[in-house]
């Protein structure tokens, strides 16, 4: 862990979810990567390229702490399971067939899981295993993003047992990596890392298309978080995150409709150090805001949380002004503690390397955007900071 202090550079703290829009040509390599006209190695090519040039775009934004852009990943959920989306090198264990919908999308598209066959459960990849090639390119403090247990759990079958692995094992060794992952992200010199909990929301949908959305999941996936949070310090959750939004692929969401205080009392039950928190595509944001204010913990387990307000719509090509982020952060001060109000974007940019950014017109200009609407945060951010006074 390092010694980053989140309030040095903007006064309030402002900090990225993970991933951004692969090039067009990086989305191009991995499907020939997936029909085998290219190797492995010259797949991690074209991905050091396109990670080199996220980090130096990064970095020219202004951005206080820089992720990789996950340039290197099949998507925020399945990194550490399979080498691309098609399911080229999956994990032991696992099969490609037959497995839940993760979520299915306002637009109609699908995102599936793979299936869990038998024990036991282990991550093929590591969080740190891509961030230790990055952060050689990096001269500015570097978060991680890794996937929830409570996602993951989505592997193992809602109904049928597997046979000879029960449910009770399959979530030990779950719980058993997703720990190891944090854990070795942070010895690779992450000085943050976050939890991707997009299921959550998701989880009080229920949408009798995809059936374990009905099935009152959330406080289980509450448990599950908590079950890893419990293995670190309290000086260690200072820096350990978990993230909260409705979907963001293909430019569509998959729960925007379910309100918040279906999820946000419980979800601070997660004793994590901060939160980052869709907000800038909300309708009605007072009412969130509120909600905040009156769920976050002064004493979650021994740490104080911080509430990152999303301030930047990625599913959206028009870019927020500095004036724009400013005012949302001051609106929300009126109802959450200034002192643990920081701001983010209200997803990764693009959560899934195959991404066409449909509302943008390709995942080149959407990349382009990304860069704009970040350096407007950072900017925003400074300015709230000065007006009420903080950092």
């Given amino acids: 862990m390092t010694d980053y202090d989140p309030r040095t550079a903007t006064g309030i703290p402002t900090e990225p979810v993970g991933s951004l829009p692969r090039p067009s040509w990086l989305q191009q390599a991995y499907a020939r990567y997936d029909a085998g006209e290219i190797?492995?190695?010259?797949?991690?090519?074209e991905q050091d390229k396109a990670v080199k040039d996220s980090i130096e775009h990064l970095e020219a934004t202004?951005?206080?702490?820089?992720?990789?852009?996950?340039?290197?990943w099949s998507s925020f959920?399945?990194?550490?399971i399979t080498d691309t989306l098609a399911g080229t090198g999956l994990a032991d264990h696992l099969a490609g067939d037959g497995g839940q919908y993760f979520a299915i999308?306002?637009?109609?598209?699908?995102?599936?899981?793979?299936r869990l066959t038998g024990g036991p459960f282990r991550y093929k990849t590591y969080a740190a295993d891509t961030l230790r090639k990055s952060i050689v390119m990096a001269h500015t403090p570097m978060k991680q993003a890794v996937i929830a247990p409570s996602m993951l759990a989505l592997l193992y079958p809602l109904d049928e047992p597997v046979p000879g692995y029960t449910r009770e094992q399959f979530e030990e060794d779950?719980?058993?990596?997703?720990?190891?992952?944090?854990?070795?992200?942070?010895?690779?010199?992450?000085?943050?890392?976050?939890?991707?909990?997009?299921?959550g929301r998701l989880a009080t949908r229920a949408d009798p298309r995809n059936p374990w959305t009905g099935r009152g999941m959330l406080p289980h996936f509450i448990e599950l978080n908590n079950r890893v949070m419990d293995r670190f310090s309290a000086q260690e959750r200072a820096t350990i995150g978990v993230?909260?939004?409705?979907?963001?692929?293909?430019?569509?969401?998959?729960?925007a409709d379910v309100p918040y205080s279906d999820l946000l009392p419980?979800?601070?039950?997660?004793n994590a150090g901060y939160f980052l928190i869709q907000l800038a595509s909300e309708r009605d944001k007072d009412p969130v805001y509120k909600l905040i204010g009156e769920n976050l913990r002064d004493d979650a387990n021994g740490v104080t949380q911080t509430a990152y307000v999303g301030v930047i719509n990625p599913l959206n090509p028009r870019v927020e002004s500095p004036q724009e982020v400013r005012d949302a952060l001051v609106r929300a001060a009126n109802f959450i503690p200034r002192e643990q109000l920081a701001s983010t974007d209200d997803c990764g940019f693009s959560p899934f390397s195959i991404d066409e950014k449909p509302s943008h017109g390709s995942p080149d200009f959407a990349r382009e955007t990304a860069w704009q609407k970040i350096r407007n945060r950072v900017e925003g951010t400074k300015l709230?900071?000065?007006?009420l006074g903080v950092g």
């Fill in 39 to 45: 190797t492995r190695e010259e797949l991690e090519a």
């Fill in 62 to 72: 202004g951005e206080p702490i820089i992720s990789d852009g996950e340039q290197r």
């Fill in 77 to 80: 959920a399945t990194y550490a």
């Fill in 105 to 114: 999308f306002a637009d109609g598209h699908r995102r599936q899981l793979p």
């Fill in 174 to 199: 779950l719980v058993n990596e997703c720990e190891k992952d944090i854990r070795q992200a942070f010895a690779a010199g992450a000085a943050r890392v976050s939890v991707d909990f997009t299921e």
């Fill in 243 to 255: 993230h909260t939004c409705p979907g963001g692929d293909r430019d569509s969401v998959h729960s």
């Fill in 266 to 270: 419980s979800m601070f039950g997660i």
């Fill in 384 to 387: 709230a900071a000065e007006e």
